[in-house]
């Protein structure tokens, strides 16, 4: 997605070989214009899907989810890392290890907003290692749900997340994919990963 991509290269900050930032965008700031593009890729992509659901991680997915769940007309449900006293009981819960914060936490989802029969898309801001789409699909498992595939704002095409789950037979649609963040300069990997 070319706005995507310039607006990268335009506001991202390459923090190592291993990590972009992008707060002045979509992890901190959020620019509604982009997000909303974004959402609305993401939603056309699947547009053929069935999807009944659209399934993310607080908190920086949920802003692309709110725009794709507008187009495809379906209701957002963000899994929580933190336990509410809201949250209690019925719950489906996985682990989740974050590769930016380095901490494992407990993720959950209420059994009343995930349910058998639900077609479901999975969005994140990034796609590293794979460990919060993973925790995600096995939450979508628990509730005896069917995942259409995942939609990605910014996949690391050099960490291994994109090809475990492909490998798993889902479908993931990365509106950029990051080839390189050597030297300070982000590269994109044109065309479909393999
Ligand atoms: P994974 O679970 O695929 O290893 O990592 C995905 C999660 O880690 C995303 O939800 C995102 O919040 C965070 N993340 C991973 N890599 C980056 C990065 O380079 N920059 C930022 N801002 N977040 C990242």
Redesign the pocket.
């Given at each position: 997605m070319k706005l995507l991509k310039d607006k990268i290269v335009e506001e991202g900050k390459v923090l190592s070989k291993?990590?972009?930032?992008?707060?002045a965008f979509l992890?901190h700031q959020i620019d509604p214009v982009i997000i909303k593009a974004i959402g609305e890729e993401i939603a056309d992509r699947f547009a053929e899907a069935g999807i009944t659901k659209i399934l993310t991680?607080e908190s920086?997915?949920i802003a692309p989810s709110m725009f794709a769940g507008l187009e495809l007309g379906v209701s957002v449900v963000f899994a929580r890392k933190s336990k509410s006293v809201t949250l209690s009981g019925n719950l489906l819960t996985s682990k989740?290890?974050?590769?930016?914060k380095n901490v494992t936490s407990d993720i959950s989802v209420s059994k009343d907003f995930l349910q058998e029969g639900d077609v479901v898309l999975i969005i994140?801001?990034?796609?590293?290692?794979?460990?919060?789409?993973l925790g995600l699909l096995e939450i979508i498992d628990q509730a005896g749900a069917t995942t259409a595939g995942v939609g990605i704002v910014?996949e690391?095409g050099f960490?291994p997340?994109g090809k475990l789950i492909r490998e798993k037979g889902i479908r993931v649609e990365s509106l950029a994919i990051i080839k390189s963040l050597e030297n300070g300069t982000v590269e994109f990997l044109e065309g479909t990963p393999t």
């Open positions: 291993d990590v972009l930032k992008v707060d992890n991680i920086s997915g989740v290890h974050s590769f930016t994140d801001d990034f796609l590293a290692n794979g460990q919060a789409v910014i690391k960490q997340g």
